[in-house]
């Protein structure tokens, strides 16, 4: 079934401690996003790749890291998490389709201790 | 700046219209898109409307924009309880990338 798909599903994590989310997807797109998804403040953007071997800051850049190997693989580095990266983690695509929609994956809830 | 205010919460009864509102800030946005996230679930998007555009309708759903006033709304007639969940309104900015600005979302609830 073509889609995205994020691994782990949920995560508790000791302060300090590095930690990679991951993220495939399987339908060609060029772009990908991470986002972190706060109660109150909808969905801010983390990080982007418009393509395999470029990435790019979003709006709350700080404390993360990407790589962008392949056209599939996109995960998300913590080098050493706060508490105040307690979050539920979206990885999305998009193709440039007509409509340019970014589909989005089921996300992981990380806890940070 | 480029901003996107909705309302939290909305609560209807089932079978009737359910309207959650949207305004946003960003004069350039070229689309503008209603996604739907249902519990412990990824954001699905549910429409989207183009800029040029003051009215779109897909089954249920009913999108009016108001460019002049930066407001974007969705209907959703014959409310059921399946529609329960949180809609996110999302503006598409351009530039060197496929920007969206997202709202806080509108938890919507559908009661008998």
């Known amino acids: ?113 | 700046g480029e901003d996107v205010e909705q309302s939290l919460f909305l609560s209807v009864r089932e079978g009737d219209s359910s309207v959650i509102n949207c305004t946003y800030t960003d004069s350039s946005s070229t689309y503008l898109y209603w996604y739907k996230q249902e519990p412990g679930a990824g954001l699905q998007l549910l429409t989207y409307i183009f800029s040029n555009m003051d009215m779109k309708q897909d089954q249920r759903l009913t999108v009016l924009l108001n460019k002049k006033d930066k407001h974007l709304s969705l209907r959703i007639a014959d409310t059921q309880t399946g529609d329960s969940a949180i809609y996110f309104c999302a503006e598409r900015i351009t530039g060197g990338y496929n920007k969206l600005i997202f709202g806080a979302g509108t938890r919507l609830a559908v009661h008998p």
């Open chain 1, 1 to 113: 079934i073509a889609g995205i798909t994020q691994a782990p599903t949920s995560q508790i994590l000791a302060a300090g401690r590095r930690m990679t989310l991951r993220c495939t997807q399987d339908m060609r797109h060029n772009a990908m996003y991470w986002y972190r998804q706060d109660l109150g403040l909808g969905l801010r953007l983390i990080h982007y790749s418009n393509t395999a071997g470029t990435t790019g800051k979003g709006e709350v850049p700080d404390g993360y890291s990407v790589s962008r190997a392949n056209t599939d693989d996109f995960p998300l580095t913590l080098a050493s998490a706060v508490p105040s990266q307690t979050s539920v983690y979206f990885c999305a695509s998009s193709g440039g389709s007509g409509s340019n929609e970014q589909f989005f994956g089921p996300g992981t809830r990380l806890t940070v201790l």
